[in-house]
């Protein structure tokens, strides 16, 4: 594991003015608002000169005059995929998480599934939904090709928004016809039922280090959206009770996706696990919650990393890697 880091050693560009963005206008801002308060608490707490930025307010940008550093505590389109990165580059502003390439990357689920299958890790089977072609003609194929049930899901999208599983040609016709008056791009993927496991990652200067695997167990078909906002309809288990290879193969793969799709300082990758503990990767997030109670915190706090530790940690990787990158 990382070692915690002194935050009196962070050597801050400028006055040392930390920027906390968060809030933003994706439908994870409530989820976004709780991590950044939790980041704002946790740097002032350790004598850092930190503000809490919401970036969905008119005066955003005249506010980011005279940040120094961006700790981005906040999750969503508009968010993690690439557009805040862009601006933060255009403007020299150092800032935690992944870079434009690797952010869009990333949130876009069908071109990060090819991307991260590319480099060995198990993907489930899955093909894009043509928004051109006849509902119903669209739900006699995917029940052809994939078999029921199928989880149809947006493209880029986060914390299992607009998920549902299919259990019939008609359902999957009525599920597509519904999704599809958002305007979002849409693609199918083979359900698997089974374990939902997550396993975050951090950087140690050129090295990788993955945290303790965690299982959510939900009350439901699985974990989604409305679940996720239920703390009475899941419950966490870390270190995930799972055999001793299942575990190591998660983390590497964990390891390898964070590096097929060209993340920096941290990421979260969430897997399914069957009841033969065969193992498929689900997707990576770039910017994973970081309330105190949230996955990766609970994962950090396993790994004897305690909140503040793990906060100043993601600091120090914005620092490191404040020169251009993709």
Same mark, same amino acid.
């Given at each position: ?26 439908? +994870? ?16 707490? &350790? ?20 940040? /120094? ?7 969503? &389109? ?48 899955? !093909? ?31 914390? $299992? ?8 040609? !008609? ?6 016809? +519904?999704?599809?008056?958002?305007? &979002? ?18 950087? /140690?200067?050129?090295?990788? &280090? ?19 906002? %239920?703390?009475?309809?899941?419950? %966490? ?7 001793? $290879?299942?575990?190591?193969?998660? $983390? +590497? ?21 069957? /009841? ?51």
């Amino acid at each position: 594991m990382p070692f915690p880091i002194d935050a009196a050693l962070l050597d801050l560009p400028g006055s040392g003015r930390i920027g906390v963005l968060t809030g933003g206008s994706s439908r +994870e801002r409530a989820r976004s608002l709780l991590s950044g308060e939790a980041v704002h608490a946790s740097l002032t707490r &350790q004598g850092f000169f930190a503000v809490l930025i919401d970036t969905a307010v008119p005066n955003f940008l005249d506010r980011l005059r005279g940040v /120094d550093v961006a700790f981005l505590a906040i999750a969503g &389109q508009y968010a993690e995929d690439g557009k805040l990165q862009g601006l933060l580059e255009h403007r020299r502003i150092p800032y935690t998480g992944s870079g434009v390439l690797a952010s869009a990357l990333a949130m876009h689920k069908t071109a990060a599934k090819r991307t991260v299958s590319a480099h060995g890790v198990n993907v489930l089977p899955g !093909h894009d939904i043509d928004d051109r072609e006849p509902t119903e003609l669209t739900a006699k194929s995917l029940a052809d090709s994939l078999n029921l049930p199928i989880m149809i899901k947006p493209v880029s999208e986060g914390g $299992s928004i607009d998920m549902h599983v299919g259990h019939t040609e !008609h359902d999957l016709a009525g599920l597509i016809e +519904e999704l599809r008056t958002s305007g &979002q791009a849409l693609f199918a993927e083979q359900y698997c039922p089974g374990r939902s496991v997550t396993l975050g990652v951090l950087a /140690d200067g050129d090295d990788l &280090q993955a945290l303790p695997a965690l299982e959510t167990r939900p009350t439901g078909e699985f974990y989604d959206y409305p679940t996720k906002n %239920n703390l009475a309809m899941f419950s %966490n288990h870390c270190p995930a009770d799972l055999p001793a $290879s299942t575990t190591a193969l998660i $983390s +590497e793969w964990a390891k390898d996706a964070h590096r097929a799709l060209g993340c920096s300082g941290y990421s979260r990758s969430d897997f399914i696990v069957t /009841d033969h503990n065969e193992v498929f990767w689900l997707e990576t997030n770039t910017l994973p919650g970081l309330s105190t109670t949230g996955n990766m915190a609970t994962m950090a706090k396993a790994a004897g990393l305690d909140y503040d530790a793990l906060i100043t940690h993601i600091l120090s990787t914005a620092l490191t890697n404040h020169g251009y990158r993709p």
